[in-house]
């Protein structure tokens, strides 16, 4: 099976195909498969901060094209999300697609939200040594994805995978911690485009939930908010305290607005 591995081309041969070369779109697959397909993504996304890497050199995306092999250019995938760091965030206006052998990077996690349709070969259980080869082993052999992660909404199961020597080993922890990233992946119960349920999300080491942009405006309105009617609060209990010294002051028999 063909090896990812990113390379120059000789002065004498003809350069590789980039993204402007290679179709960024597959007829065979016009459309997702559901709702969660669009949702589950944006969120990973929104909340995949790892903070060893600058947000420019950090890269994700859903249901984009992942061309593998260059000595085969028809072969792509499209993960239902993949990550990519120490890469631009942003290549011309924006990628048409993802050309490992261009970018010289693999993914360093990939998420595949399982249908009835793909989770026996998103699960490597299909035969293997097929063509083309399944997601499975184009992670695991051909571009060597470190973490897997296959997650089942029915069940809110997700599975971690590993890559260890030659192949992956399903770990046994209850959430994914990349160490080289310092930032982990679990479920967590909330509301996140109008849907209550338990999501995947990413969350950072002291086990705090990383915010969608979203949701640092919330807060950031909440608080500010907060201070107002704590200033408000404050306004108030001095005139309050105001008023009550001029009573005192005029049961004296002395006048308030009298200056001394």
Same mark, same amino acid.
């Given at each position: 099976?063909?090896?990812?591995?990113?390379?120059?081309?000789?002065?004498? @041969?003809?350069?590789?195909?980039?993204?402007? &070369?290679?179709?960024? @779109?597959?007829?065979?697959?016009?459309?997702?498969?559901?709702?969660?397909?669009?949702?589950?993504?944006? /969120?990973?996304?929104?909340? $995949?901060?790892?903070?060893?890497?600058?947000?420019?050199?950090?890269?994700?995306?859903? &249901?984009?094209?992942?061309?593998?092999?260059?000595?085969?250019?028809?072969?792509?995938?499209?993960? &239902?999300?993949?990550?990519?760091?120490?890469?631009?965030?942003?290549?011309?206006?924006?990628? #048409?697609?993802?050309?490992?052998?261009?970018?010289?990077?693999?993914?360093?996690?990939?998420?595949?939200?399982?249908?009835?349709?793909?989770?026996?070969?998103?699960?490597?259980?299909? /035969?293997?040594?097929?063509?083309?080869?399944?997601?499975?082993?184009?992670?695991?052999?051909?571009?060597?994805?470190?973490?897997?992660? /296959? $997650?089942?909404?029915?069940?809110?199961?997700?599975?971690?995978?590993?890559? @260890?020597?030659?192949?992956?080993?399903?770990?046994?922890?209850?959430?994914?911690?990349?160490?080289?990233?310092?930032?982990? /992946?679990?479920?967590?119960?909330?509301?996140?485009?109008?849907?209550?349920?338990?999501?995947?999300?990413?969350?950072?080491?002291?086990?705090?939930?990383?915010?969608?942009?979203?949701?640092?405006?919330?807060?950031?309105?909440?608080?500010?908010?907060?201070?107002?009617?704590?200033? @408000?609060?404050?306004?108030?209990?001095?005139?309050?305290?105001?008023?009550?010294?001029?009573?005192? #002051?005029?049961?004296?028999?002395?006048?308030? &607005?009298?200056?001394?």
């Amino acid at each position: 099976m063909t090896s990812f591995r990113p390379f120059v081309a000789s002065q004498s @041969e003809p350069p590789l195909p980039t993204m402007y &070369d290679l179709p960024s @779109e597959n007829p065979e697959e016009p459309g997702l498969p559901d709702e969660f397909h669009d949702w589950q993504p944006q /969120l990973l996304s929104q909340t $995949f901060q790892p903070p060893a890497y600058p947000c420019d050199r950090v890269f994700t995306a859903s &249901d984009l094209n992942l061309y593998y092999d260059s000595l085969n250019t028809g072969l792509f995938k499209r993960p &239902d999300w993949f990550a990519v760091v120490g890469v631009p965030r942003l290549v011309g206006s924006g990628r #048409l697609s993802y050309v490992a052998w261009k970018e010289g990077r693999s993914p360093i996690v990939v998420v595949e939200l399982l249908s009835p349709s793909t989770q026996e070969a998103d699960q490597g259980q299909t /035969l293997r040594g097929q063509q083309p080869p399944s997601k499975w082993e184009v992670y695991e052999n051909i571009l060597r994805v470190p973490y897997y992660v /296959l $997650f089942n909404r029915e069940a809110n199961i997700f599975r971690i995978f590993q890559l @260890e020597g030659a192949s992956y080993q399903e770990l046994s922890e209850p959430n994914l911690w990349i160490k080289e990233l310092q930032i982990g /992946l679990g479920l967590w119960q909330g509301r996140f485009s109008g849907v209550e349920r338990q999501w995947l999300r990413w969350h950072a080491a002291n086990g705090e939930w990383i915010m969608t942009a979203e949701e640092d405006a919330l807060q950031l309105a909440q608080r500010e908010r907060k201070a107002r009617e704590q200033a @408000e609060q404050r306004a108030a209990q001095a005139e309050q305290k105001a008023a009550a010294l001029a009573k005192r #002051l005029q049961a004296l028999g002395l006048d308030p &607005d009298t200056e001394i």
